[in-house]
């Protein structure tokens, strides 16, 4: 069983900083892209930030300047720094990655987090 599971989300005062993190966990062989998506009640999920085993990154428009993707690729691990938090940024924030799950026959997972609530507001 593979999972994501997130943790950084909370309040914090407009203007203020907050880092979510994501970890893979159970058995796979190898995770490729990952990224950071949110969804707020009654719309759809919107890309915040992805990134590649290369570390190339692209950014929603929204976001671009206020928000740095990261990853560890030993861990298994990616990381959201988030600066400058607007009250439009409140909203649950999914962890996604594509992850190899086995070889034989060749099998690609898009696995989702459960999710992280962050809340900006004074």
């Known amino acids: 069983q593979v999972q994501l599971v997130e943790s950084g989300g909370g309040l914090v005062q407009p203007g203020g900083s907050l880092r979510l993190s994501c970890a893979a966990s159970?058995?796979?062989?190898?995770?490729?892209?990952m990224g950071w998506y949110r969804q707020a009640p009654g719309k759809e999920r919107e890309l915040v930030a992805t990134i590649t085993t290369g570390d190339s990154t692209n950014y929603a428009d929204s976001v671009k300047g206020r928000f740095t993707i990261s990853r560890d690729n030993a861990k298994n691990t990616v990381h959201l720094q988030m600066n400058t938090l607007k009250p439009e940024d409140t909203t649950v924030y999914y962890c996604?990655?594509?992850?190899?799950?086995?070889?034989?026959?060749?099998?690609?997972?898009?696995?989702w987090g459960q999710g992280t609530l962050v809340t900006v507001s004074s």
């Open positions: 159970g058995s796979f062989i190898s995770v490729a892209d």
């Open positions: 996604h990655a594509r992850i190899l799950t086995q070889v034989i026959p060749v099998t690609w997972r898009e696995v």
